[in-house]
């Protein structure tokens, strides 16, 4: 054979080893991984929540996969936007299918979520939700799961709160009626406010942001002790400015854990006296995990955690503990192993209940001179 030849021949085979290595070393940095989905409202008018939810996941990854990962393997989580759109949710979901995710962390809200939850019974793939509350998002879903407390739960404690902490005897119930988790969450605080002895001055219904100053103007003689509104943070910011112009300084105003973030969207700090609402997260608890995790969330992203936050981190390691207690990523015995465990998080103890609902903590949150703090931890 001629020099050139038996050059080109050697240079042909240590082409072909080099391919054949870094094929074997792509395959084996493949089989070292974990891989988990998000899908979260990246744009749109619900962003917010959804780049606070996507800060915990970064977290929890980096923490985990510097402590050694899962079972000797580096989680990755693959981050979708999901618009906030129910139909395009299931695209995307699909598409994270295709992509050969063990589970899935999402969506922020309720209606999303079950879009999505929907769509994962066919396959079975676990699914977790950091923030949505709507029973219905679990209810008769082997494979879906949440990291916080129902709409019934927070509103029951929400109705404990203004009754036996605030003292409130009279109240106001605004309702978008738009959204029947929010009904429901109303339709619950009634209940169980009159349970304790509460009366309700009257339930108004409302289908825009634009209907807050008429409702309001019937009740500007005789005032109500108390407003509660379940709502989103946006339309609830309308609210808090909207009472503050008419005059209801001396009236609480009351919501649920969808008012979280609502601070930045008031411009007024006196509107927001007498404002609460109820969280699964605080980050000025005195617990060591906690103060941890917000240390570790503010060196990186200079600021503080909010509930989406928090939760979106519990639900990495929540998932991290099922995968670790069923010894693999087979979708039926990671949903198993959630089932069964029991996890101290940063949000409380974690053990789901019959509809996959965990019974955590509510924190009242209060904003007080510009600052997000904890009024009360309740726990029924």
């Known amino acids: ?6 050059k080109i021949v050697k240079t042909m085979c240590l082409l072909l080893l080099t391919v054949s290595m870094y094929g074997c070393v792509h395959k084996k940095d493949k089989q070292e991984y974990i891989t988990l989905g998000a899908l979260l409202p990246l744009t749109g008018a619900e962003s917010d929540e959804g780049l606070r939810a996507f800060n915990g996941l970064q977290l929890a ?12 393997k580096m989680i990755d989580i693959i981050t979708l936007n999901d618009r906030g759109e129910e139909d395009y949710a299931v695209q995307q979901y699909h598409n994270l299918r295709g992509k050969g995710v063990v589970a899935i962390i999402g969506s922020s809200y309720s209606g999303v979520t079950t879009a999505i939850a929907k769509a994962s019974e066919k396959d079975g ?20 799961f949440r990291a916080i407390f129902t709409d019934d739960y927070q509103a029951k404690a929400m109705a404990y709160f203004a009754y036996n902490s605030l003292n409130t005897r009279n109240v106001l119930i605004l309702i978008n009626e738009n959204f029947a988790s929010y009904k429901r969450a109303a ?25 807050y100053p008429g409702i309001l ?13 379940p709502e ?9 400015n909207c009472v503050h112009e008419h005059g209801f300084e001396g009236v609480y105003k009351l919501g649920t854990d969808a008012w979280d973030g609502i601070l930045t969207y008031v411009p007024h700090p006196e509107a927001m006296k007498n404002v609460y609402y109820s969280a ?20 990186i992203f200079s600021q503080m955690p909010l509930s989406g936050s928090a939760t979106a981190y519990t639900c990495v390691y929540i998932l991290k503990k099922a995968i670790e207690e069923a010894g693999n990523t087979n979708s039926h015995d990671i949903v198993s192993a959630m089932k069964k465990n029991v996890l101290d998080v940063i949000t409380g103890r974690i053990q789901f209940d019959e509809n996959n609902n965990p019974h955590t903590n509510v924190y009242v949150i ?12 309740l726990s029924l």
Request: aromatic share 12%.
């Open 125 to 144: 793939i676990p699914v977790i939700s950091p923030t949505a509350s709507d029973p219905g998002v679990t209810r008769g879903r082997k494979n879906v």
């Open 232 to 240: 989103d943070y946006l339309p609830a910011a309308k609210l808090i």
């Open 187 to 211: 339709e619950v605080f009634e209940i169980s406010f009159r349970e304790y002895g509460g009366q309700i001055a009257a339930v108004e219904y409302y289908s825009a942001e634009e209907d």
């Open 217 to 229: 103007a019937k009740y500007a003689i005789n005032k109500p002790d108390l407003i509660f509104c």
């Open 280 to 299: 699964p997260f605080s980050f000025d608890d005195p617990d060591e995990d906690v103060t941890r995790f917000v240390r570790n969330y503010f060196n």
């Open 61 to 72: 990854k980096k923490e985990i996969n510097e402590s050694g990962g899962v079972m000797g």
């Open 366 to 377: 209060q904003i007080d001179g510009g600052v997000y703090s904890t009024f009360e931890k």
């Open 1 to 6: 054979m001629p020099d050139n030849m038996s």
